[in-house]
């Protein structure tokens, strides 16, 4: 099966890959669920809604600041590489990420589509104030601080750049990756639960438009039904496998 998939990602005419927290959580990055999931120990209403912020500022940056110091220790593992790699190959056009980690820039991917935002950005929650802390060196600052961060502009309340419960994937950011899927002749699902919409739509929309999905995952998801490859193992171990692959693949053709 590992050979297989090699041969559709090394034959494909336009491959993307449409990620979830299960690729990240080789790296330490905790997932949403799961039995050491996120939401085992915190309830999402109360930090992950504009209501919970609007009720409860400090906690939710508390939580953030918290994610935030968690992600900064986490580095890019084998899985994020090997889609940086097939990226640089020429196979891969874009990798499709509800992650807010980073983690698939900091491996070198460039084209990538952040369907749920990034931890290290914040913006404004009344004007049109954004910032990204890594890219101004400002994350360690922000995160150790204690105090509420306003904006520099206005000063209202700075939040997390990322999309809440309840709230819109931002529409621009969704048809790209939406005109992604529908280009693509081979997507390849990594880690994610296939559960959260509409993102969860992408291998749908490459499936509806004929193209191939091969799945890897750590087991069973809403994406497995319409999978026609599904590996079942850890991410980075799986797609190491298929880099090689594909690399044999390569030299082959």
């Not at 790699?85 to 991917?109: K, M, P």
């Not at 306003?150 to 419960?165: E, T």
């Not at 890897?216 to 799986?238: M, W």
């Amino acid at each position: 099966m590992i050979e297989e998939a090699a041969k559709l990602l090394a034959r494909s005419r336009f491959a993307i890959a449409f990620t979830g927290a299960g690729i990240s959580a080789e790296s330490g990055v905790p997932t949403f669920r799961g039995k050491d999931g996120l939401w085992g120990h915190y309830k999402p209403e109360e930090l992950a809604t504009p209501e919970a912020f609007e009720r409860n500022p400090a906690l939710v940056w508390d939580f953030y600041r918290w994610r935030t110091r968690k992600i900064l220790g986490a580095k890019p593992n084998p899985a994020h590489y090997a889609l940086a790699e097939l990226e640089r190959l020429g196979i891969l056009r874009a990798v499709i990420t509800q992650n807010v980690d980073d983690l698939h820039r900091e491996a070198g991917s460039g084209n990538v589509v952040e369907l749920h935002g990034n931890i290290f950005r914040v913006r404004c929650a009344s004007c049109s104030y954004r910032e990204n802390l890594k890219e101004n060196g400002r994350v360690r600052e922000f995160v150790n601080s204690k105090d509420l961060p306003r904006c520099p502009q206005c000063g209202s309340l700075l939040r997390p750049d990322v999309v809440w419960f309840g709230e819109a994937l931002p529409r621009a950011t969704l048809e790209r990756a939406f005109k992604l899927a529908e280009k693509s002749d081979v997507v390849l699902v990594i880690g994610t639960s296939g559960l959260v919409y509409p993102a969860a739509y992408i291998p749908y929309i490459v499936k509806e438009h004929g193209g191939k999905v091969i799945e890897v995952n750590v087991g069973s998801s809403g994406i497995t039904p319409i999978a026609d490859i599904f590996l079942r193992g850890k991410a980075g171990e799986v797609m190491a496998k298929i880099l090689n692959g594909v690399r044999r693949e390569v030299k082959g053709l």
